[in-house]
Structures are given as structure tokens and as C-alpha cells.
């Protein structure tokens, strides 16, 4: 069974989208995410959606049978908070998070509000960790089965 994911890759203008972010320390953090995304993955920035930017994809396929196509990497600049996306799970990472500062984290996002207090190194880790793990082949685990 092939998944039909609404939140899609189109050629929508990622440059356009950051210049809607109103927000100071969003716009300030878009861009380092930005450049950091772009350099761990070696992808050009893609909107997938109306407000995530994502770099590469990957496949994946479950035992359920369930397979289809998302976002290797990404990033959305929302209100509350920079929202950075894990496909693999955020407890595949848990090791580095306690590491990185102030955040908040759901199964696959992790939230940052201020990126001036984080570790970047352990950011650009977590980012590069992530990518390799879901574009190194068919990815079979679901992010609540993933752990370190």
C-alpha cells in the first residue's frame, strides 16, 4: 500500500516563504537552519507544504506494507517556536538532546525557540544523525519504534 502524504514537495519559492516570517528571532533562526540543513544534507532547500522547508527525501516501506516517499531533513519557522523535523524519531536521539539546551520534543519534531542558546554543533549532529539514518536505504522503522 502506497501512502499519499499531504504534505508534499512543490516549487514553491523557499526564499518568499522566509521573508514572510515576521518574527525576529524566527527570521534570525530560518536562516541559520537554513544553512546548516544545506550543509549537513548537501540538498537545496524544497517547500514541502505551505510552511516546511526540507532537503532530500527518502523512502520508506513498513511490515505493514505501507510505504511511500517524505522529507529526509526540515525545518518550519512557526509561531511559538522553529519546529526541526526527525523522521527517525527524536528517540533515536536522546543522547545529543540532552545535550543541546533549551528545547521542547514530540515523537519526530523538536522545538527551539531561541537558537542563540543552543548548541549548534549538537544540532548540526542530531540533523546529520537523522539524515543519514533514513536515506541510507529503504527506511523500515516507524519514529516511535526508533532508539539510541
Known amino acids: 500500500m502506497t501512502s499519499t502524504t499531504k504534505t508534499r514537495p512543490h516549487d514553491g ?28 544534507t548537501g540538498e537545496p532547500p524544497v517547500m514541502w507544504g505551505p510552511s516546511i522547508i526540507g532537503f532530500g527525501q527518502y523512502h520508506y516501506e513498513y511490515a505493514s506494507g505501507r510505504q511511500g516517499d517524505a522529507g529526509a531533513a526540515g525545518f ?4 511559538a517556536a522553529s519546529t526541526v523535523y526527525l523522521p527517525d524519531g527524536t528517540a533515536a536521539h536522546q543522547d545529543l538532546l540532552a545535550r543541546l539546551g533549551p528545547h521542547t520534543a514530540s515523537l519526530v519534531c523538536v522545538y527551539l525557540k ?10 548540526e549532529e542530531i540533523v546529520r544523525r537523522s539524515y543519514a539514518a533514513v536515506t541510507a536505504g529503504t527506511f523500515t522503522q516507524r519514529a516511535r519504534e526508533s532508539s539510541s
Open 13 to 40: 519559492d523557499v526564499d518568499a516563504f522566509l521573508a514572510t516570517v515576521t518574527h525576529k528571532v524566527r527570521r534570525r533562526d530560518a536562516d541559520t537552519l537554513l544553512a546548516l540543513m544545506q550543509r549537513v
Open 76 to 79: 518550519s519557522p512557526r509561531k
Open 114 to 123: 531561541d537558537l542563540s542558546k543552543n548548541d549548534l554543533d549538537v544540532l
